[in-house]
């Protein structure tokens, strides 16, 4: 195809992407290097904004808190999703006949979107009138009818599974489909030479699997990076109780645009463009360092 | 990843052996035996019981709800949708979702077919770069560009307009569009174009007549599993709609969610209202969700 007739039909995406996608991702750097009075640009800051990130108040105290909880939240899903994931994909591997409706099954609930996810738990797990908490009674488990998500304590730790039950099925089929491609003979060889099923899994399938299993968690990490809507829904926008589920990203909602700060542009834009590295070179990283391991691993 | 895609079946013949190593997987017994059936449908289960929930739930009424949590549906009390669905504009940010999503997904679809014919076709450098530019786009984490948008659309007066959302929409759908859609075309004979060019047949006509049809359940896939993000995002409609009459439904059910915090029947008709359309259209096309979710994972 010549060049003019190929580029008159990449025109129409080039344009609307470029517009709204790569044009306001280029700027968005751009916008933390400045001081900012309401929406006037002022002086150019350098790292300024920044360090306010780290000196003042209330970032100082909200925002290190808002991270570490990005931290745990990916911490958590990736550690159980990578576990329990695998072995439901390695457990429906070989059954044919049902493994397409377990699967199908499986994905339904990421279709449902975060914010009716994070409403829909709220509702089950209240302690007032929660199905959960009944059931738990009912079948004599008092003492773990706890107030999920009105504990400080605990109320990370129930975004985290919630999100995770969410989820699951992503890795399933991402695994299920990285199982498929292994060819069969591999496995069969082994459990000629007496392999169990674990020894096959340990020894063959799992090194086979690393870059399945690197492509799920880059995801991960960009996805518990990202998280808002669910936090949204659970705590609303402060991260209630006492900020025990406050994200970076709901940090950066607030300072954008319900916060009365002259210079918000300036601060929210800083951490959006800390964000942003944290997440194109965590990725990068792991990208990196999976190459490192496959490596290893198929020599 | 094509694996995973429908492939336009050829007219010959096909050697029946990737058939026959699927079967032959079945003589080997699936991991885990009975054991292992009994916790998959467990998981299943648990996948599947808030959400039935959700749905049980929004039948009964508020006064049944709060005294007995773990009650059932009978008999069916469907005073709850009436309450959402007009007291509480369900209906609105219904109409509002749909135009927004439908609006969104052709245009994304739209553009990115063409482009992706021409990147398939086209073998020059220029292309290739503006192919670069395009799939860097899957990586980046556009919702940090908030702010940018936030301006870019307040000086195209395009703030508190679900047209605006169309655009953006459908410039965020770009990346991932051509990414599965540009594979497929390449998978294509070249054979087909120059018989129609000797036809007389031009660029335009070739691509609409012959290609066009040979590609559809790729284009199929593409829109359905564009659909679902669309449908379920939260943040930018967040920020770039004012008035409440333009809400999409997961903007819609936070408003409606603090208006009727304690008529938690209500809210459940609200969270099936905001899923029953994913619902509907997973159960129409699993086969392309699936595709869609899996495509560029298995080789």
């Not at chain 1, 700060?261 to 792991?286: C, E, H, K, Y």
């Not at chain 2, 799939?135 to 948008?149: K, N, V």
């Amino acid at each position: 195809m010549p060049l003019r007739t190929a580029l008159l039909f990449v025109l129409p995406a080039l344009a609307l992407f470029g517009v709204f996608i790569l044009y306001p991702m280029f700027t968005a750097l751009s916008y933390s290097l400045f001081e900012w009075g309401g929406t006037k640009r002022g002086g150019f800051v350098g790292l300024g904004n920044f360090s306010t990130l780290f000196t003042a108040e209330p970032f100082v105290s909200t925002v290190p808190i808002a991270l570490l909880h990005n931290v745990l939240f990916f911490l958590g899903t990736m550690l159980i999703q990578n576990t329990v994931g695998l072995g439901i994909a390695f457990l429906l591997f070989r059954r044919s006949s049902t493994r397409r409706a377990l699967q199908v099954l499986y994905a339904i609930p990421y279709l449902v979107s975060p914010i009716v996810i994070g409403y829909l738990w709220t509702l089950l797990l209240s302690p007032a009138f929660g199905p959960v908490n009944a059931a738990l009674k009912g079948i004599g488990l008092d003492g773990l009818a706890l107030p999920w998500l009105g504990d400080p304590d605990l109320a990370i730790w129930a975004v985290i599974a919630i999100s995770v039950w969410q989820w699951i099925g992503f890795p399933v089929l991402l695994y299920g489909a990285a199982l498929g491609g292994i060819p069969e003979e591999l496995s069969e060889a082994a459990r000629m030479d007496g392999a169990s099923n674990w020894m096959t899994f340990r020894r063959i399938l799992l090194p086979l699997l690393t870059p399945a299993i690197g492509t799920v968690s880059v995801l991960t990490f960009i996805f518990a990076m990202e998280a808002f809507a669910l936090p949204y829904a659970v705590g609303g926008s402060t991260g209630s109780p006492a900020g025990a589920t406050d994200f970076i990203s709901l940090v950066f909602y607030r300072t954008a645009f319900e916060s009365g700060d002259p210079n918000r542009i300036g601060t929210s834009s800083a951490m959006a463009a800390l964000l942003f590295v944290l997440i194109f070179g965590g990725a990068l990283l792991a990208t990196w360092a999976l190459r490192r391991v496959e490596r290893r691993v198929m020599s | 990843m094509t694996a995973t895609l429908d492939r336009p079946t050829p007219s010959a013949p096909t050697p029946p052996d990737p058939r026959q190593s699927r079967h032959r997987r079945s003589i080997t017994p699936p991991v885990g035996g009975r054991i292992g059936s009994t916790a998959l449908w467990t998981y299943a289960i648990i996948a599947l019981i808030p959400l039935l929930l959700m749905v049980w739930n929004s039948f009964r009424t508020n006064r049944d709800l709060v005294t007995n949590p773990l009650g059932a549906p009978f008999p069916p009390n469907a005073s709850s949708y009436r309450t959402a669905w007009t007291d509480g504009s369900m209906a609105q940010y219904f109409v509002n979702s749909v135009i927004i999503t439908v609006g969104a997904v052709l245009l994304s679809t739209v553009v990115a077919t063409m482009a992706s014919y021409a990147l398939a076709r086209s073998r020059s450098k220029v292309i290739r770069v503006i192919e670069g530019l395009f799939l860097s786009g899957l990586m980046m984490p556009i919702h940090l560009a908030i702010l940018p948008i936030f301006y870019l659309f307040d000086s195209l007066g395009l703030i508190n307009s679900l047209f605006g959302l169309v655009l953006l929409y459908g410039a965020s759908g770009v990346p991932f569009s051509i990414f599965v859609l540009s594979t497929f075309f390449r998978q294509l004979p070249a054979e087909l174009e120059e018989a129609a060019q000797i036809d007389g047949a031009n660029a335009w006509q070739t691509f609409v007549k012959i290609m066009l049809p040979l590609v559809r359940p790729a284009v199929v896939t593409v829109a359905v599993f564009r659909f679902v993000p669309i449908w379920n995002d939260f943040l930018f409609p967040l920020v770039l709609l004012r008035d409440s009459d333009k809400y999409p439904l997961p903007v819609g059910l936070t408003s409606f969610f603090a208006e009727n915090s304690a008529n938690y029947s209500a809210i459940f008709a609200g969270l099936v209202i905001t899923t029953l359309p994913l619902i509907v259209l997973f159960l129409l096309a699993t086969k392309q969700i699936v595709a869609g979710l899996t495509a560029g994972m298995s080789k």
